[in-house]
């Protein structure tokens, strides 16, 4: 590690283990100190070091606060759902992805015969491409996969880096990837934690098909806008597309064979599980409520058994062991941390929640709702795009939600709230270390650092308008 990170690391831990002995102040008890203590050092060590080993002593240093034994302390980190979610949904997206699926459905986008004679056409499907598919996986495969696409229509078309085309379509793409996030909770960790915040509080979850509804018309809404915005703002030159001949796109795309096709089959059934229940309720109460019963992690798990079973030609359709090397590990540990810190944080024995809400109440009091919710949407926007998703994720729940529990703000919807803090915070794009493909973007050298600040803040405050004022009612009149 560097200085800077060294540094980091004393001031987290000593917050971390340090505040328990100070004496309470800011009308906070011992216990409030030491939770608030582990929260701000958490928050240290994720921003400036790492999310990786932070988030294991962070539970680690909540275990060892009055609040937890041991056994509960674990339970409530490693033992919540949304690590198992996490793993496996990453596991089975791994698996899709391996098939050649990702792919095939990629080149299938953007080879359609219509495209050929309208280039404006060409592009919006380019880019609606990584926002249907990251709908049902990781961002960073959805990205990942039109990366190498991007360069062969750069390479047909005689463009080289440092041109505007090129980088309004990586910028694009890294954009549409980022928003398929927001579409559904399926393989999604921010939005999903964001969900099992809310569910600790209220004891009661969200309900996937109904987030599945916000999280589609508003990234609808955002694609229509975004690709005006591309035309009038960006104004990419689109002459040399014209000339594109998108078949040689086709090249070294195989026929569909029984291993892809089996794994399309488990990975669907898999999803009709997580969505069903919320559609045939109001027909088959029964049947939806068996579905339910399973919760939201043992459909993957299922699906994950299934494929590790079903050999084709003496191979199993998922090795278990290279599956799960692939999992994003930092983000499971990071999950399992936030589990328990959100779980303390809103501890009515704390008293972290009291003291937020007698503080800001005088603030926000004459704050009328629909701008309540802006503001938090902005700051996780804005928040995003230069730190964690997790991070924003728990920093403005933990901020904001507490008020509209507390009353101190009325009239805004907590659920909608929360799907709107999980959406928001899945969109980043605007710098490299804002998430994993941002950095992949930057790196490939085809979008400079300048030209990704300045159209990337711009892309993440329509997102900002239209999560605040067409999401938002759209999820308060469903929850």
């Known amino acids: 590690m560097n200085t800077k990170k060294w540094i980091a690391t004393i001031i987290g831990v000593l917050l971390l283990f340090g505040?328990?002995?100070?004496?309470?102040?800011?009308?906070?008890s011992e216990l409030g100190m030491s939770v608030a203590g582990v929260f701000l050092g958490t928050i240290v060590l994720w921003l400036f070091v790492s999310v990786t080993w932070p988030s294991i002593l962070c539970i680690v240093a909540l275990i060892t606060t009055p609040l937890y034994t041991y056994s509960a302390g674990l339970q409530a980190s490693m033992g919540n759902w949304v690590v198992s979610f996490v793993l496996f949904s990453s596991m089975l997206s791994f698996g899709?992805?391996?098939?050649?699926?990702?792919?095939?459905?990629?080149?299938?986008?953007?080879?359609?015969?219509?495209?050929?004679?309208?280039?404006?056409?060409?592009?919006?499907?380019?880019?609606?491409?990584?926002?249907?598919?990251?709908?049902?996986?990781?961002?960073?495969?959805a990205f990942m996969v039109f990366v190498p696409i991007a360069e062969q229509i750069f390479?047909?078309?005689?463009?080289?880096?440092?041109?505007?085309?090129?980088?309004?379509?990586?910028?694009?793409?890294?954009?549409?990837?980022?928003?398929?996030?927001?579409?559904?909770?399926?393989?999604?960790?921010?939005?999903?934690?964001?969900?099992?915040?809310?569910?600790?509080?209220m004891t009661m979850p969200i309900d996937f098909v109904k987030y599945t509804i916000f999280g589609i018309v508003s990234a609808a809404v955002i694609f229509i806008l975004s690709m005006l915005l591309v035309k009038y703002v960006f104004r990419p030159d689109m002459d040399r597309l014209k000339s594109l001949d998108s078949d040689v796109l086709k090249k070294g795309v195989a026929p569909m064979q029984l291993d892809e096709k089996l794994t399309l089959i488990v990975f669907g059934v898999v999803v009709a599980m997580w969505m069903l229940p919320g559609i045939i309720k109001p027909v088959l109460p029964g049947v939806a409520a068996a579905i339910s019963s399973l919760g939201t992690p043992v459909p993957p798990m299922i699906g994950t058994v299934v494929l590790c079973l079903i050999c084709i030609k003496g191979k199993p359709l998922m090795e278990f062991g290279q599956s799960i090397a692939k999992v994003p590990w930092g983000a499971v540990m990071m999950v399992a941390a936030t589990s328990i810190l959100g779980n303390a944080l809103t501890n009515e024995d704390v008293g972290l929640t009291a003291v937020v809400v007698d503080a800001l109440t005088p603030i926000i009091s004459?704050?009328?709702?629909?701008?309540?919710?802006?503001?938090?949407?902005?700051?996780?926007?804005?928040?995003?795009?230069?730190?964690?998703?997790?991070?924003?994720?728990?920093?403005?729940?933990?901020?904001s939600l507490p008020l509209v529990y507390g009353g101190a703000i009325a009239g805004v919807n907590?659920?909608?709230?929360?799907?709107?803090?999980?959406?928001?915070?899945s969109v980043a794009l605007a710098t490299p270390p804002s998430t994993a493909h941002a950095a992949i973007a930057a790196g490939t050298g085809w979008l400079k650092t300048d030209f990704m600040l300045k159209y990337g803040l711009l892309l993440s405050l329509l997102c900002v308008l239209v999560l605040s004022f067409v999401g938002y009612p759209i999820a308060a009149a469903l929850m």
């Not at 701008?371 to 997790?390: E, G, H, R, Y």
């Not at 907590?414 to 915070?425: N, W």
């Open 19 to 28: 505040t328990r002995f100070l004496p309470p102040m800011f009308g906070l």
């Open 96 to 141: 899709l992805g391996q098939t050649g699926f990702t792919k095939r459905a990629a080149v299938w986008f953007v080879t359609r015969p219509f495209t050929k004679k309208n280039p404006w056409m060409f592009l919006a499907l380019l880019f609606l491409a990584p926002l249907v598919i990251g709908s049902f996986m990781s961002p960073i495969p």
């Open 155 to 201: 390479a047909e078309l005689g463009y080289e880096k440092g041109d505007r085309f090129p980088q309004v379509v990586i910028l694009g793409l890294l954009f549409f990837a980022s928003l398929s996030t927001i579409t559904t909770p399926i393989a999604h960790t921010v939005p999903i934690l964001s969900m099992s915040l809310y569910e600790q509080d």
């Open 366 to 399: 004459n704050m009328s709702p629909a701008f309540f919710v802006f503001i938090v949407c902005f700051f996780t926007l804005l928040i995003t795009n230069f730190a964690s998703n997790t991070v924003t994720v728990t920093l403005l729940y933990s901020i």
């Open 414 to 425: 907590p659920a909608a709230l929360t799907c709107i803090i999980g959406a928001g915070a």
